[in-house]
């Protein structure tokens, strides 16, 4: 468990947020298992998710992508998911979240896909980055097409530090995020179902969700101001289980 420390600022932190990130051995990611998941509990503090987002901006650099990549991101609602997506954009990439892969999906206008379904993305032109969703995986656990990217197997020998200063992704100053409108579930359901801001946390309904534009952003917006993102392994925060309930509670968050 990380030891909840405190920061003491005379007034607003200047520094990016990156930067304030880096400092807090607070949590910054917490996600709870659901009923089939091997892993149990996972927290990243500001610090551990940022050596994320470094090794990831590092792993995106070696691949040639760089400030001004374009890059589709087609990946479940998930700690790894906004780890990887706060690498890229990190990295100056612009970011297209995807609920459902296109039919075509070589039509998609982009550098790269960051995705953990890479079989349904191998006629994109771009490079395509495989992302498991486990913490401790080596490799990713599913067949690769012979082009793809594994980033569980690269990501781990990249550097801690990432060369390029650290930008200001506050959210008033967040580069745009684009978003696929195609829904993954037949319908858009509004981010106040699953998605619930709080003085203490933002709490997430992240069950069968892929991330989206609004949840990238609340989870920058939690951050900016050193407050956690909880994610449940529920489907909405009207129809929580016991479970998922009491994960809220010992949070200090309600739905």
């Given at each position: 468990m990380v030891c909840l420390g405190s920061l003491s600022f005379s007034g607003p932190d200047p520094r990016p947020l990156i930067d304030r990130l880096e400092a807090s051995p607070r949590p910054a990611v917490v996600q709870y298992p659901g009923a089939a998941d091997a892993e149990g509990r996972i927290e990243l503090s500001g610090r551990v998710l940022v050596n994320w987002a470094a090794k990831t901006a590092n792993l995106l650099d070696v691949e040639g992508l760089s400030s001004g990549s374009r890059m589709a991101v087609d990946l479940p609602a998930a700690w790894k998911s906004l780890a990887v997506s706060l690498g890229a954009l990190w990295s100056g990439a612009e970011l297209t979240l995807i609920r459902s892969v296109p039919d075509s999906p070589d039509a998609v206008p982009t550098d790269a896909v960051l995705t953990d379904r890479p079989e349904q993305w191998v006629d994109h032109p771009g490079v395509l980055i495989a992302v498991s969703s486990g913490a401790t995986d080596t490799e990713f656990s599913g067949d690769l097409p012979a082009h793809a990217v594994d980033l569980s197997a690269e990501v781990r020998q990249?550097?801690?530090?990432?060369?390029?200063?650290?930008?200001?992704?506050?959210?008033?100053?967040?580069?745009?995020?684009a978003q696929d409108e195609r829904p993954d579930d037949g319908s858009v359901t509004s981010a106040s179902a699953w998605i619930v801001e709080q003085s203490r946390g933002t709490a997430v309904a992240a069950g069968g969700r892929r991330l989206d534009a609004a949840l990238l952003l609340t989870a920058i917006t939690a951050w900016d101001t050193l407050r956690p993102v909880v994610l449940v392994p529920a489907e909405s925060l009207s129809e929580l289980d016991e479970t998922s309930t009491q994960a809220l509670t010992d949070e200090g968050l309600t739905a």
């Open positions: 990249q550097a801690d530090q990432f060369l390029l200063p650290a930008p200001d992704l506050s959210p008033a100053t967040l580069p745009a995020l």
